[in-house]
C-alpha cells in the first residue's frame, strides 16, 4: 500500500504561483509514475502533469505546459508541482496520484492511489 498526502493549495489572484507538494510513503518501490489530475465543480478529471521515478521524464496537458512545473525529489519521495501564471480557469481541486504506465502516463486507469485532494482558488 501506498499514502499520498498533498499540501500547498489555497486561494491566490490570477496571474500568481503556488507550489504544490506530494509526499508519499509506504510500499512506494511498487510505483513508477507520479503525477497530477484536477477536478472542478461539474467537470472530469483532467490529466495535469506527470514524472517517472526513474530518469525523471516528464509530461504536461497542454493546458498547463509553459506555466507549470513538476518534479520529483527522490530521497524525499515527493514530487513538486510549481504553478505560475495562474489563471481562473486553474481552479480545481488537485489530486496526486501513484502509478505505473507504458507510454504516456496522462489516463486515471494507470495510477493506482490517490491523494485526498488540495484545493487550489485564482481569483480574477
Known amino acids: 500500500q501506498v499514502q499520498l498526502g498533498e499540501s500547498g493549495g489555497g486561494l491566490v489572484e490570477a496571474g500568481g504561483s503556488l507550489r504544490l507538494s506530494c509526499a508519499a510513503s509506504?510500499?512506494?518501490?511498487?510505483?513508477?509514475?507520479m503525477g497530477w489530475f484536477r477536478q472542478a465543480p461539474g467537470k472530469e478529471r483532467e490529466f495535469v502533469a506527470a514524472?517517472?521515478?526513474?530518469?525523471?521524464?516528464?509530461d504536461y496537458a497542454a493546458s498547463v505546459k509553459g506555466r507549470f512545473t513538476i518534479s520529483r525529489d527522490i530521497a524525499k519521495t515527493s514530487v513538486l508541482l510549481q504553478m505560475n501564471s495562474l489563471k481562473p480557469e486553474d481552479t480545481a481541486v488537485y489530486y496526486c496520484?501513484?502509478?505505473?504506465?507504458?507510454?504516456?502516463?496522462?489516463?486515471?486507469?494507470?495510477?493506482?492511489?490517490w491523494g485526498q485532494g488540495t484545493q487550489v482558488t485564482v481569483s480574477s
Open positions: 514524472i517517472r521515478w526513474s530518469g525523471g521524464r516528464t
Open positions: 509506504g510500499r512506494t518501490f511498487s510505483t513508477y509514475v
Open positions: 496520484a501513484a502509478g505505473s504506465a507504458v507510454g504516456i502516463p496522462n489516463r486515471e486507469g494507470q495510477y493506482f492511489y
